[in-house]
């Protein structure tokens, strides 16, 4: 898949964007207001283009959700037809609200998650959990003292194949922990993965999982 989608037009869009350009996809940003984009594309080193939210989705092989939690529903509404029997990498953590004593508050109810409601409101999308557990200065190529774990889930075995093998280029290992349900504590990641950032002001730290 050399076609991809990245939605959104905060920070994670961008350095996903750049990280895709820069491993020789073809990229087209997505917003509700593309000219926010202008200046993006007009710096950007590789084969670039931006368009609305149903733009981006109809053109690529592969969507990335980089949108705030709480405008994910909206976006996947808007893009239904546009992502059915296509692999959408769900970057998504569904933020309620300021943190509370360093600890980020949710809007999912404890045995849901945000990337099941997606789920359920695009049955035929292919979700797959990733880059939600990190941030967004981290997630293409990380300088770390190791390789470091990012957690994937999904439904659908393919799509998460392509995850895998995007995150091997971004410098990741990847452990797949299974079905949609499995969004439940991967989202849950970012809460403690934000702990030490608002204690110590350290954002530059990521998740590693280790064997026997």
């Known amino acids: 898949m050399t076609k991809v989608a990245v939605l959104g037009s905060g920070a994670v869009g961008e350095t996903l964007s ?23 594309k007009a710096g950007a080193k590789g084969d670039a283009s931006t368009g609305t939210f149903e733009d981006a989705a109809r053109f690529a092989d592969l969507v990335v959700l980089a949108v705030a939690g ?18 959408v990498l769900d970057t998504t953590n569904p933020i309620g609200g300021p943190p509370q004593n360093g600890v980020l508050t949710y809007f999912t109810a404890q045995n849901d998650s945000l990337m099941e409601q997606l789920q359920r409101a695009a049955p035929e999308a292919q979700f797959v959990k990733a880059f939600n557990s990190v941030g ?5 190529n990380p300088k770390l003292s ?3 774990t990012m957690f994937i889930c999904g439904n659908h ?5 392509t995850a895998t093998e995007i995150l091997t280029q971004f ?6 922990c299974g079905g949609v349900e499995a969004a ?13 950032g608002f204690a110590k002001n350290d954002w530059t730290h990521a998740f590693k999982m280790l064997w026997k």
């Open 171 to 176: 410098g990741w290992e990847t452990l797949d």
């Open 18 to 40: 750049n990280g895709f350009l820069a491993h020789g996809y073809t990229v087209m940003r997505g917003s509700r207001d593309p000219a926010k984009l202008a200046a993006w």
């Open 184 to 196: 439940r504590p991967l989202e849950s990641l970012c809460v403690l993965w934000c702990i030490p």
């Open 157 to 161: 075995a393919g799509a998460k194949a």
């Open 136 to 140: 967004n200065a981290m997630m293409v």
């Open 70 to 87: 709480s405008a994910a529903g909206a976006v996947i509404e808007a893009i239904k037809p546009q992502i059915t029997g296509k692999p």
């Open 146 to 148: 190791a390789t470091p």
